[in-house]
T-cell receptor
Framework: AQTVTQSQPEMSVQEAETVTLSCTYD???????LFWYKQPPSRQMILVIR??????QNATENRFSVNFQKAAKSFSLKISDSQLGDTAMYFC?????????????FGGGTRVLVKP | GAVVSQHPSWVICKSGTSVKIECRSL??????MFWYRQFPKQSLMLMAT?????????EQGVEKDKFLINHASLTLSTLTVTSAHPEDSSFYIC??????????????FGPGTRLLVL
């Protein structure tokens, strides 16, 4: 079974600065997908960024970018120019093959607090 | 696009009653929907995979007779918590995967339903 580990339960960052969230995972599959989801206080899960394992290029979405290291099974998220609205729980998630049911496995989450 | 709704957003019920939660994909068809449970300050735990026109697949440890799932159309899945007890109080979230897309298409999440059983 796949496991996803987020080693930082909580992080704080000053507004406009950069913060990096770590995520490691364990799998025997070669083709898979990785995601970062954001859960603000409203508890609505919002997709932040998506990475396909067969793509070597790191995904980027505006102020959000990832550092995907397939060999190390690491998938960190960098939030640049942090904004107050970035305050939320961030979950790293792994999705395996169709044979595994395309199920998402989530990490334990990292709470990010952006301070003014 | 890719909006998922849930109803109700908030429900309080007495112990022993049943509660139905609906999950709808509003602007796309979803052959597969997923039901999660989230306890306070914890991550999402997958309960079951709901497949249109067939039986749901439950994760280990989830009682299928307790949590009834029906996926009657490409846009609607329902979760019924039968004979609810206080320990069933939780935040229930559904997600939907776009139909007809390649393996690994993104799941889109509903806003969640907060259940409180008294």
């Amino acid at each position: 079974a796949q496991t996803v580990t987020q080693s930082q339960p909580e992080m704080s960052v000053q507004e406009a600065e950069t913060v990096t969230l770590s995520c490691t995972y364990d799998t025997s599959e070669n083709n898979y997908y990785l995601f970062w989801y954001k859960q603000p206080p409203s508890r609505q899960m919002i997709l932040v960024i998506r990475q396909e394992a067969y793509k070597q290029q790191n995904a980027t979405e505006n102020r959000f970018s990832v550092n995907f290291q397939k060999a190390a099974k690491s998938f960190s998220l960098k939030i640049s120019d942090s904004q107050l609205g970035d305050t939320a729980m961030y979950f790293c998630a792994f999705m395996g093959s169709r044979a595994a049911g395309n199920k998402l496995t989530f990490g334990g989450g990292t709470r990010v607090l952006v301070k003014p | 696009g890719a909006v998922v709704s849930q109803h109700p957003s908030w429900v309080i019920c007495k112990s022993g009653t049943s509660v139905k939660i609906e999950c709808r994909s509003l602007d796309f068809q979803a052959t597969t929907m997923f039901w999660y449970r989230q306890f306070p300050k914890q991550s999402l735990m997958l309960m079951a995979t709901s497949n249109e026109g067939s039986k749901a697949t439950y994760e280990q440890g989830v009682e299928k007779d307790k949590f009834l799932i029906n996926h009657a159309s490409l846009t609607l899945s329902t979760l019924t918590v039968t004979s609810a007890h206080p320990e069933d109080s939780s935040f229930y979230i559904c997600s939907a995967r776009l139909a007809g897309r390649l393996v690994g298409e993104t799941q889109y999440f509903g806003p969640g339903t907060r259940l409180l059983v008294l």
